[in-house]
């Protein structure tokens, strides 16, 4: 069981980190300075991280 963890947290990690960079490249685009664009594309990771280790915990808690 543990390696389907394992490949959803890859998931979810890849996806967070794809979201950033967009969100990052779209804010140094729009006009911010590079550190604000790293900044935000920070905060995109870090809300998508969360968001989606959320929705795998409720789901796995809704299946036991």
Avoid: K
């Amino acid at each position: 069981m543990h390696h389907v963890r394992f490949v959803w947290t890859a998931i979810i990690v890849i996806t967070a980190v794809i979201l950033g960079a967009a969100g990052g490249t779209l804010a140094w685009m729009g006009g911010a300075s590079a550190p604000n664009a790293v900044l935000a594309g920070a905060g995109g990771f870090t809300a998508t991280v969360i968001l989606l280790l959320a929705i795998a915990a409720f789901l796995e808690g809704a299946r036991r």
